[in-house]
Structures are given as structure tokens and as C-alpha cells.
């Protein structure tokens, strides 16, 4: 963790967030890692996750699941950002990887109405294809908050498997935008930087943060979608500085990233790559 830049409060509050989680699982607790934005230095304060991953030995009985809701709800008051984004796997799910993968549990500030309320499913068969994708880059880009090195419990993510990953995430991308009104100012920040380090991973194997893939875009991708991937760069790095866009030049820069994304992919599998 020395390494990073982490501001004083966030630090705080993922020291917060592995004490307890410690405290609760104790010798069930194989490691936690960081993944995403923070851990690859591109962390908005205002609008970021706090990307974690949890890997414990024996999957989560239905009073641990609602147990782990209420500690997580409490542990994310006042956490910077858009606060946590973590999943709870057990070490088997990592070391013998599955597509979709399976979760013990899932928990996003966003859902925190719903965890109040007894709203979510405990169910057991939860399964995340996103998971293939946060397997990867925390291979390749996180950090060890607590417990067993990286090295030694997340193997190699057949690629076959996160390509269908980023399919899924490009199309709910790609969705979000074409859905946006003709006549609407639009920056949907996410999308468009997502697309960026998409390709970036499928071009170059470049494991990117949101704006790294951005700063790539800008080197690789056709000058007319310059001022698209700038102003989503610039509302990236601060909240408030990216201007609104035209939605039918967004939606223009949403094809042809997408099409492209489709088309490499496609050479990839064909290649066996």
C-alpha cells in the first residue's frame, strides 16, 4: 500500500473496513484485495468505487450473509467516493475458476436502502460475470490489503472467459448511451472510458484504469472522437469539469468503439489468442 497515493480519509476507511472484516471472519479469512480505480491510481473522490475483493475458505450461511450486510452498511457512512463495491468468493471459486463465477456475497453502497430494508436475495447459486474481469485485473494491477499474496491465489483468467466478461460490460455500455435522447446534453463518463480501456485491453493487452485507457484512446483511436474521450477524461479526474455533449456524436463514438470491440475480439477467439 506504500506505494500508492491514498488520500489520508479513504485510507482510514479501508483500514476501517479490514479490521472488521478480520475481527468477523478471523481464520476463515484467506486475503483482501483492491482492485479498480484506486488500486491502478485513478480514484475520484467525489465518484469513484472502492473496489474489494474478499476470499474466505467455506462459503457464507444465510445469517453470515445478513450479518455481513448490516457491518457493511454501517462500515460504508462517510466512505469517500461512491463508496464500496465488494464481492466475497471463497478461495475455491478463485483457484478453480468457473464461467459465470460464483459469489458468496455482494454489497454497493447503492444497495444500502435495500440491505436496511431486507430486500436482498440471500439465495445460494449467485453467479457474476463481471467477476472474470476484476479476477484479471486484480492479477495483474491490484494490491493485497490483508492476508496471502496475490500470486499465490489468483491464476491466470482464461481469456476466452473475460473476453465474454467485457462483451457483457460493453454492451450495457453501449446500451446506457444509445438510450439517451437525440436531443440531450450527455457525458456518460463511464461508458466512454470503459469502451477506451476495453480496447486498450483487446489491442494492446494493456490492463487499464479507466483513465489510463482514456490517455491510450487519445494516442490510438481517430481524432474525432477526441473531444469526446477529453471531456469525460477531464470529469474523471475532477467532478464537474467535463462539458455535456451532443448525444448523436456520443452515440456515433458508441458504434464505432463498440463495432471495433467486436471485431477484435472476434480475431482474438479466432486466433485462440
Same mark, same amino acid.
Given at each position: 500500500m506504500?506505494a500508492?497515493?491514498i488520500?489520508k ?12 472484516t478480520r ?31 474478499i476470499? #474466505?475458505?467455506?462459503p457464507?450461511?444465510? @445469517? ?16 469517500p ?10 478461495? @475455491?471459486a ?7 463465477t460464483?459469489?458468496?456475497f455482494?454489497f ?6 435495500? $440491505?436496511?430494508?431486507?430486500?436482498i ?7 457474476d460475470?463481471?467477476?472474470?474481469a ?8 491490484? #494490491?493485497?490489503?490483508?492476508?496471502q ?12 472467459y473475460y473476453?465474454d ?5 460493453a454492451?450495457?455500455s453501449?446500451n ?26 483487446l489491442?494492446v ?6 483513465l489510463?485507457?482514456?490517455e ?7 481524432r ?14 475532477e ?6 455533449? @451532443?448525444s448523436?456524436s #456520443?452515440?456515433? $463514438? ?9 471485431d ?8 485462440g489468442?
Amino acid at each position: 500500500m506504500n506505494a500508492l497515493e491514498i488520500p489520508k480519509n479513504v485510507q482510514k476507511a479501508l483500514d476501517g473496513l479490514v479490521n472488521k472484516t478480520r475481527e468477523y471472519f478471523k481464520d476463515d479469512l484467506v486475503g483482501m484485495y483492491l482492485h479498480g480505480s484506486l488500486a491502478m491510481g485513478g480514484f475520484n473522490p467525489v465518484s469513484s468505487d472502492i473496489d474489494i475483493l474478499i476470499v #474466505v475458505k467455506n462459503p457464507l450461511s444465510l @445469517d453470515q450473509k445478513k450479518e455481513l450486510g448490516k457491518m457493511f452498511v454501517d462500515l460504508s457512512e462517510g466512505v469517500p467516493g461512491n463508496g464500496y463495491e465488494l464481492s466475497i468468493v471463497t478461495v @475455491d471459486a478463485v483457484q478453480n475458476f468457473v464461467y459465470p463465477t460464483p459469489y458468496e456475497f455482494h454489497f454497493s453502497y447503492d444497495q444500502k436502502e435495500a $440491505f436496511l430494508q431486507g430486500l436482498i436475495d440471500f439465495s445460494n447459486g449467485a453467479v457474476d460475470p463481471d467477476l472474470a474481469a476484476h479476477f484479471l485485473i486484480t492479477k495483474k494491477r491490484g #494490491v493485497c490489503l490483508y492476508g496471502q499474496p496475490i500470486s499465490e491465489i489468483f491464476k491466470e483468467v482464461p481469456k476466452e472467459y473475460y473476453l465474454d466478461s467485457l462483451m457483457k460490460d460493453a454492451a450495457w455500455s453501449y446500451n446506457k448511451i444509445i438510450e439517451t435522447s437525440d436531443d440531450e446534453s450527455t457525458l456518460p463518463v463511464y461508458a466512454i472510458l470503459n469502451f477506451c480501456r476495453m480496447l486498450a485491453l483487446l489491442q494492446v493487452d494493456l490492463v487499464a484504469s479507466k483513465l489510463e485507457g482514456g490517455e491510450w484512446a487519445l494516442k490510438n483511436l481517430p481524432r474525432e472522437y477526441h473531444q469526446i474521450i477529453e471531456e469525460a477524461l477531464k470529469e474523471k479526474r475532477e467532478s464537474g469539469a467535463g462539458k455535456g455533449l @451532443d448525444s448523436k456524436s #456520443v452515440k456515433e $463514438f458508441a458504434r464505432y468503439a463498440m463495432q471495433l470491440i467486436q471485431d477484435t475480439s472476434k480475431e482474438l477467439s479466432v486466433l485462440g489468442a
